[in-house]
């Protein structure tokens, strides 16, 4: 099981960026995929989730802002980041728990129990 996210910038406040996370090992129907967000010296928080049966979730900072999207075919999930704030700067990972609803999947990444995720791209938000 291997995840990448990528799409990361610098970008001032109000503009948009769309990370991407490609997957392998498993198929992005069969389980959920989570983005969270890390800044140095706090804690992890869950960004979004995308269920195995198509679901989304979106943490209380994002909501109305970010949406997240998946390509089954090309194994891909997206997250859509629109009118970004300086508080949005942080390195974005996308992960899975092997589990197929959000609910234990968002609750992994705060537990740091996660099983599998890859290197970070960094989102910078100023201007």
């Known amino acids: 099981v291997q995840l990448q996210a990528s799409g990361g910038g610098l970008v001032q406040p109000g503009g948009s960026l769309r990370l991407s996370c490609a997957v392998s090992g498993f198929t992005i129907d069969s389980y959920a995929v989570v983005w969270f967000r890390q800044v140095p010296g706090k804690e992890r928080e869950g960004v979004s989730c995308v269920s195995a049966a198509g679901s989304n979730w979106y943490g209380d900072r994002v909501k109305g802002r970010f949406n997240i999207s998946r390509d089954s075919a090309t194994k891909t999930v997206y997250l859509q980041m629109n009118s970004l704030k300086s508080e949005d700067t942080a390195a974005y990972y996308c992960?899975?728990?092997?589990?197929?609803?959000?609910?234990?999947?968002?609750?992994?990444?705060?537990?740091?129990?996660?099983?599998?995720w890859g290197q970070g791209t960094q989102v910078t938000v100023s201007s």
């Open positions: 992960a899975t728990d092997l589990n197929r609803g959000c609910l234990p999947t968002v609750a992994a990444v705060v537990q740091g129990a996660l099983k599998a």
